[in-house]
């Protein structure tokens, strides 16, 4: 099984800064995208923003200008970088990923959560 740990959440004020990171462990895999998806409290879980194992990135449109994903392929590791926080991004962020392992094909395979919280 690949694990997806994510770490960095935590509670800041509006304007700041934080970095989330997703590591993938486990044996015989290759990553094939992994991104963040978020949800407040009443609301959907929402595309933030991916990258795929060639870098190509896809974010949502209101955050792009905010928030950067990027990726270190040697750790498998996926970082989210957000920028002037807003209130309104408050919300437990997941870590998603497709992989192959083994030959298998994996898709939407999901991270336990990091919570985010912007205060006014």
């Known amino acids: 099984q690949v694990q997806l740990v994510e770490s960095g959440g935590g509670l800041v004020q509006a304007g700041g800064s934080l970095r989330l990171s997703c590591a993938a462990s486990g044996s015989d895999f290759s990553i094939v995208a992994m991104g963040w998806y978020r949800q407040a409290p009443g609301k959907q879980r929402e595309l933030v923003a991916l990258i795929t194992s060639g870098n190509s990135t896809n974010y949502a449109d209101l955050l792009k200008d905010r928030f950067t994903i990027s990726r270190d392929n040697a750790k498998n590791t996926v970082y989210l970088q957000m920028n002037s926080l807003k209130p309104e991004d408050t919300a437990v962020y997941y870590c998603?990923?497709?992989?192959?392992?083994?030959?298998?094909?994996?898709?939407?395979?999901w991270g336990q959560g990091t919570q985010v919280t912007v205060s006014s």
């Open positions: 998603n990923a497709a992989f192959f392992q083994t030959g298998t094909y994996y898709n939407n395979y």
